[in-house]
């Protein structure tokens, strides 16, 4: 299998990035003398003869969204190439894998999937149908895989220019943006989080130099900016701010974002300033929720007031906290939505907030963590396979038909790149009425005043 195009890696979704975990798994097989084809969906076309050619077609599926996508990759993968070998790897193969190995797939990898993908592509040569430690298949249902990988650079020379991905924009500029990660796994447990299920609470830093020979690659195609994509930047802050004060010494010019928990930028509050003063444009954490209830049901390890706490800390030290939010859970309520609204309005932080984070709603994947608590029975439905989530509806119906208004109202204001003032004003309109209470939202645009222009990405989907 070491003929070119023999292996064929695909990505469908990052979050607008130039495809992380095809640019690894690349390097990987490179490294051990294959020449894989890597096409990724999201931006390229990918054509009947290149599937015809594949013996080996994997599909990396890191959330949600890439999952459901990489299913009709896959799909059309079988129709084409029957006997094409079809492996899912990421985070959403493994918690999904009985589904999926029914008829759409032959393996499914999860957690530090380089290892035992090398292993199945050896297996394959050699005519061999064993058990795989670390490959769900059929014949074995394995777990993940979490033993530290023997890192390396990731392959990008042969991935579409960044200039066919998000940008950041900023000061009137757009700007082009990269990503790269340096740790693996979380060491946290929220309940709601598909990393739990998988890592367990595990985490693996990944070299230094590692991470910054993946920028500086990254910097010579032209990227100006770079996020850091780890589910916790502050998993280890030690390791954070070594890369970043190293990526600064090089490239003093260069931005970057990141991801840091509440809990994290309330204890570490002290890093704040340095990594402002290191080109720190903005922070993104998963607030969820104002509901203390919510709060303590995912396990989330920070309360409102920290929340609030956090806000205020952010806007002392001069960088942008952008919120992710999951509003619609079983245990939200609809006056504690419309508080949420309250807050971001209040505090005019409205422009910190991408419209489409007040449609959320709560997935509970096959394997999640939340199965595991006795009141999920109060709430819990059906397994619906076929969407790779179990379904639940929220004891006040007017909570459900709020959440399908919503969503539709965000994803026509991401299509039409629609002014997220007025999107806000219309969600809050919406919650409002569904409380029997009224707002005009065309006056409360207009009383909110001129929006600040923030650094941001210009992809704002998050799962």
Same mark, same amino acid.
């Given at each position: 299998?070491?003929?070119?195009?023999?292996?064929?890696?695909?990505?469908?979704?990052?979050?607008?990035?130039?495809?992380?975990?095809?640019?690894?798994?690349?390097?990987?097989?490179?490294?051990?003398?294959?020449?894989? !084809?890597? !096409?990724? *969906?999201?931006?390229?076309?990918?054509?009947?003869?290149?599937?015809?050619?594949?013996?080996?077609?994997?599909?990396? !599926?890191?959330?949600?969204?890439?999952?459901?996508?990489?299913?009709?990759?896959?799909?059309?993968?079988?129709?084409?190439?029957? #006997?094409?070998? $079809?492996?899912?790897?990421?985070?959403?193969? =493994? +918690?999904?894998?009985?589904?999926?190995?029914?008829?759409?797939? @032959?393996? /499914?990898?999860?957690?530090?999937?380089?290892?035992?993908?090398?292993?199945?592509?050896?297996?394959?040569?050699?005519?061999?149908?064993?058990?795989?430690?670390?490959?769900?298949?059929?014949? %074995?249902?394995?777990?993940?895989?979490?033993?530290?990988?023997?890192? *390396?650079?990731?392959?990008?020379?042969? =991935?579409?220019?960044? &200039?066919?991905?998000?940008?950041?924009?900023?000061?009137?500029?757009?700007?082009?943006?990269?990503?790269?990660?340096? *740790?693996?796994?979380?060491?946290?447990?929220? +309940?709601?989080?598909?990393?739990?299920?998988?890592?367990?609470?595990?985490?693996?830093?990944?070299?230094?130099?590692?991470?910054?020979? @993946?920028?500086?690659?990254?910097?010579?195609?032209?990227? %100006?900016?770079? *996020?850091?994509?780890?589910?916790?930047?502050?998993?280890?802050?030690?390791?954070?701010?070594?890369?970043?004060? /190293?990526?600064?010494?090089?490239?003093?010019?260069?931005?970057?974002?990141?991801?840091?928990?509440?809990?994290?930028?309330?204890?570490?509050?002290?890093?704040?300033?340095?990594?402002?003063?290191?080109?720190?444009?903005?922070?993104? #954490?998963?607030?969820?929720? +104002?509901?203390?209830?919510?709060?303590?049901?995912?396990?989330?390890?920070?309360?409102?007031?920290? $929340?609030?706490?956090?806000?205020?800390?952010?806007?002392? !030290?001069?960088?942008?906290?952008?919120?992710?939010?999951?509003?619609? %859970?079983?245990?939200?309520?609809?006056?504690?939505?419309?508080?949420?609204?309250?807050?971001?309005?209040?505090?005019?932080?409205?422009?910190?907030? @991408?419209?489409?984070?007040?449609?959320?709603?709560?997935?509970?994947?096959?394997?999640?963590?939340?199965?595991?608590?006795?009141?999920?029975?109060?709430?819990?439905?059906?397994?619906?396979?076929?969407?790779?989530?179990?379904?639940?509806?929220?004891? &006040?119906?007017?909570? @459900?038909?709020?959440?399908?208004?919503?969503?539709?109202?965000?994803?026509?204001?991401?299509?039409?790149?629609?002014?997220?003032?007025?999107?806000?004003?219309?969600?809050?309109?919406?919650? =409002?009425?569904?409380?029997?209470?009224?707002?005009?939202?065309?006056?409360?645009?207009?009383?909110?005043?001129?929006?600040?222009? =923030?650094?941001?990405?210009?992809?704002?989907?998050?799962?």
């Amino acid at each position: 299998m070491r003929t070119h195009g023999d292996i064929l890696l695909i990505s469908c979704y990052e979050l607008g990035h130039q495809p992380f975990h095809l640019a690894l798994l690349s390097a990987m097989l490179q490294q051990a003398g294959y020449t894989p !084809v890597s !096409v990724d *969906t999201a931006v390229e076309t990918l054509t009947d003869d290149v599937i015809r050619r594949a013996r080996l077609v994997a599909i990396s !599926v890191p959330m949600h969204t890439a999952l459901r996508l990489g299913q009709q990759v896959a799909l059309r993968v079988r129709t084409i190439n029957p #006997s094409a070998t $079809i492996c899912f790897y990421g985070l959403y193969a =493994l +918690l999904n894998a009985d589904y999926l190995l029914q008829e759409t797939i @032959d393996a /499914a990898i999860g957690g530090e999937y380089e290892g035992p993908f090398l292993n199945l592509v050896s297996a394959l040569e050699q005519g061999k149908t064993e058990t795989l430690p670390g490959v769900a298949s059929r014949q %074995s249902n394995s777990g993940p895989w979490i033993k530290r990988t023997p890192f *390396t650079i990731p392959a990008r020379q042969h =991935l579409p220019s960044p &200039d066919r991905y998000a940008r950041l924009e900023t000061n009137g500029k757009a700007l082009l943006a990269g990503y790269t990660e340096t *740790t693996r796994g979380c060491k946290h447990t929220c +309940l709601h989080c598909p990393i739990t299920p998988i890592y367990n609470g595990r985490f693996f830093a990944i070299p230094a130099e590692i991470v910054l020979a @993946d920028i500086r690659a990254q910097v010579n195609q032209g990227v %100006s900016h770079i *996020t850091f994509g780890d589910p916790d930047f502050f998993n280890g802050p030690g390791h954070a701010m070594r890369i970043t004060r /190293a990526l600064h010494e090089e490239f003093p010019d260069i931005t970057f974002d990141a991801t840091i928990k509440i809990e994290h930028l309330l204890k570490h509050q002290h890093l704040l300033p340095e990594l402002k003063s290191r080109g720190c444009s903005f922070i993104v #954490s998963a607030v969820e929720s +104002l509901n203390d209830n919510v709060l303590r049901r995912l396990d989330k390890g920070h309360t409102s007031a920290d $929340i609030a706490a956090a806000f205020d800390l952010m806007a002392q !030290v001069g960088i942008s906290l952008r919120p992710s939010l999951m509003p619609f %859970s079983p245990w939200e309520t609809l006056e504690s939505y419309i508080t949420l609204l309250n807050f971001f309005e209040g505090r005019r932080l409205i422009e910190q907030v @991408d419209p489409v984070h007040f449609s959320i709603r709560l997935l509970v994947p096959p394997g999640s963590a939340l199965l595991d608590t006795v009141e999920s029975k109060q709430w819990l439905c059906e397994l619906d396979s076929a969407a790779f989530t179990y379904r639940w509806r929220h004891p &006040d119906w007017r909570m @459900d038909a709020l959440h399908k208004k919503v969503t539709r109202v965000a994803e026509e204001a991401e299509r039409t790149k629609s002014n997220p003032i007025e999107t806000f004003f219309l969600i809050k309109a919406m919650a =409002l009425a569904a409380a029997g209470k009224d707002l005009k939202v065309v006056e409360a645009v207009q009383e909110y005043g001129t929006p600040r222009v =923030l650094p941001h990405l210009t992809e704002s989907w998050f799962c």
